[in-house]
């Protein structure tokens, strides 16, 4: 079945570093990609998506690329904030998958901790 | 705020008991979905329905089930209720249906069942 693989983290990085957080994928058909974010007490939030290869997400200074040949699709943040302090979740929809369900497979989530 | 709803916030219960979810999605949404999150198995897509109709189910129990309403609000079902049954249950809306579509989740309802 479809699965999705990040790190777990924590990760903890200075304000203003270079974020990345990797995402690979393992998919039946033509998944839609996503990353979601949930901070502390709070539900998820989409925070970019790419529906087909080569498409690149973007928001709030973060993207992600749709890669198929290496089915991954990191996370990237050029410098990252106190505040994206947060559980960021990849996820993917798959058309084939659970009987045409259009249910999110999620990886486990990364924590991400930003120190001033 | 995503502008989907769910009640209660907090739901403390014990084991055998039978408890209610509700969800309200947001104004227009004709998805709805259900997921389960907890430690050890993150977070796992339980169940959608489109207007009103099942349309998948995904790692969902027997001993749960869901219904979506006319006025397209959703609840979720969980009875016999054991310990492994604590987690936090949020409630997704979409506009349609389809891989594409973005999920807007609610702020959750956390379940203990002691």
């Known amino acids: 079945g479809d699965s999705v693989t990040q790190m777990e983290g924590p990760v903890t990085l200075s304000e203003e570093a270079f974020l990345t957080i990797n995402c690979t994928y393992t998919?039946?058909?033509?998944?839609?990609l996503f990353w979601y974010v949930q901070y502390p007490g709070e539900g998820l939030q989409l925070l970019l998506k790419?529906?087909?290869?080569?498409d690149k997400g973007s928001n709030k200074g973060f993207e992600a690329t749709y890669r198929k040949e290496t089915t991954s699709f990191h996370l990237e943040k050029g410098s990252v904030q106190v505040s994206d302090s947060a559980v960021y979740f990849c996820?993917?929809?798959?058309?084939?998958?659970?009987?045409?369900?259009?249910?999110?497979?999620f990886g486990k989530g990364t924590h991400l901790i930003i120190q001033p | 705020d995503s502008g989907v709803t769910q009640t209660p916030k907090h739901l403390i219960t014990a084991t055998g008991q039978r408890v209610t979810l509700r969800c309200s999605p947001r104004?227009?949404?004709?998805?709805v979905y259900w997921y389960q999150q907890s430690l050890d198995q993150g977070l796992q897509f339980l169940i959608q329905y489109y207007n009103g109709e099942e349309r998948a189910k995904g790692n969902i129990l027997e001993r749960f089930s869901a219904q979506q309403f006319p006025d397209l609000h959703s609840e979720l079902n969980l009875s016999s209720l054991e310990l492994g049954d604590s987690a936090l249950y949020f409630c997704a809306s979409s506009a349609e249906r389809g891989v594409g579509e973005t999920q807007y989740f609610g702020p959750g309802t956390r379940l203990l069942v002691l």
């Open positions: 790419a529906t087909k290869a080569d």
């Open positions: 998919a039946t058909g033509y998944p839609s």
């Open positions: 104004s227009g949404d004709l998805s």
């Open positions: 996820a993917l929809s798959d058309k084939l998958s659970g009987g045409g369900a259009d249910g999110l497979t």
